[in-house]
């Protein structure tokens, strides 16, 4: 189990097909710090390289939603991924 994990349970619980959630509710939800490197916008989005497999942008994926840090630079949008069908 990774941190992340944590993350994705959460996200899997969520109704809303959109919110946000502060790097600090993701660290509380996590129970550990975000590194540094969650700070870039590049960290968190699965669209730029989905050829990169990180544990974060798994975990996202693995719930359902896409994330995107947003542009206060502090907070994170998560979007639910529409169902094919």
Known sequence: MNDYDLLRDYLR????PEFVLSFEQIEAIIDAALP???QRASWWETERSPQEKMPQREACLAAGYIATRQADGVSVKFKRIPKRG
């Open 13 to 16: 619980k969520q109704k809303l």
């Open 36 to 38: 540094r490197a969650a």
